[in-house]
């Protein structure tokens, strides 16, 4: 039994599903590898040595952010930036500064921590406050 559901998509997700032989195998495929990585809840890949240019290398309790594909337990906001892993390859940041640099360099993923979408567009709430904002000025001046 086939239960149909729609899809919004942009421009460029759009061109990616119009090469795809068969966009409705390929979503079932993402969601079904989706629902394994997050009920497995671990990780059983190696864990990531830092720092191995410094004088203490230690063992992290995640595994390499740059293997692919991306492992969504260890990084729920997908990898970080090159440029924040090499700042904590020379001991100048911790795991925290890279969560947080991996979730400013991939908004366009979703949120696999709350299982909510991220969005580059403002939230409607923001969109309000501008336009009452403007509305205010409007009888201050
Ligand atoms: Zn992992």
Not at 19 to 29: A, Q, T, Y
Not at 60 to 85: E, H, K, L, M
Not at 124 to 133: C, G, I, N, P, V
Request: charged letters at 25%; one cysteine or more.
């Amino acid at each position: 039994m086939s239960i149909i559901k729609s899809a919004a998509l942009d421009e460029q997700t759009s061109r990616i599903a119009d090469n795809l032989p068969n966009f409705s195998h390929f979503v079932r495929e993402c969601l079904l590898r989706h629902a394994v990585n997050m009920n497995a809840a671990s990780c059983d890949r190696t864990r990531w040595v830092s720092h191995p240019r410094s004088q203490t290398p230690f063992e992290t309790n995640r595994c390499n952010p740059t293997v692919q594909p991306s492992c969504f337990v260890c990084w729920p906001y997908g990898p970080p930036p090159i440029d924040a892993i090499k700042k904590f390859n020379l001991g100048e940041a911790d795991l925290n500064y890279l969560d947080h640099e991996a979730r400013k360099y991939n908004t366009h993923l979703i949120d696999l921590k709350g299982n909510s979408v991220q969005s580059k567009r403002k939230p409607k709430s923001d969109r309000k406050s501008t336009f009452l904002e403007r509305f205010k000025q409007l009888f201050t001046q």
